[in-house]
């Protein structure tokens, strides 16, 4: 084709690809018809394809910008799915993990008493109060007013590991719950990273292609000149983080 068959080509093009988007654009563009008649007729008079495709480049700058705004809208609501999703996963199993949260709390504190034995044993005479004071029941299998017999401290060394068995069995009892916690907490992070980097690779493509679409219409014809791969970096330098 000749320079001005190409443009009316590309004018054709650009009419019958638009045309029906303005009536229902989505998202909404900052393009009239009569703006669009007008890059339209203003293609079609060109005697060059690089003329033609420069008066079609505001063409190409509205619809950037119309994709990074429906970018940003798909990532704040995703970002709300995400966030609903994450409650109810809080929510369903808030229960658990708070009952989980006491008891390795109360596992801690009886391995700690354990050591009040191991103290009394090395010749700490208060030792043995502080761990009546940690655990009254104690009271139940020994009375350390007048001295603790090695009977007895058998008898509070088996108190206390049972006590420690009951806890573990306690917290075995509520692991799946845990376990299936984490697994959705897991999954649900896997699929925000999944569409925050397909975001950022769509973001990066459209302002690649139109500074691509830009240096050619402003007559760079050989591809080896227009460096996709160093545009596509320039446009995710400038890209907005997305994290």
Known sequence: LSGPERSVELADYLDGLLRPVLEKPVPDLNLTTERLDAIVDDVRAQTNLLDALNAAQPIVDEIAFAAGELFDETKDALDKAVEA?????????????EADRGLRDELVRSIHDVFYLRAHRQGDPSAIDSLMTNQPSLAEVVDPSD???????????ERLLFRLRSIRELRDQLQPDIDLYWEQTRELDSIANQYNAALRQATVAVLAWSRAHKRLADGVTDPAQINVLGIAKKAAGTAVPIP
């Open 147 to 157: 001295g603790v017999s090695p009977t007895e401290m058998r008898a509070i060394e």
């Open 85 to 97: 999703a994450r409650a109810r996963i809080e929510a369903d199993h808030g229960a658990v993990k």
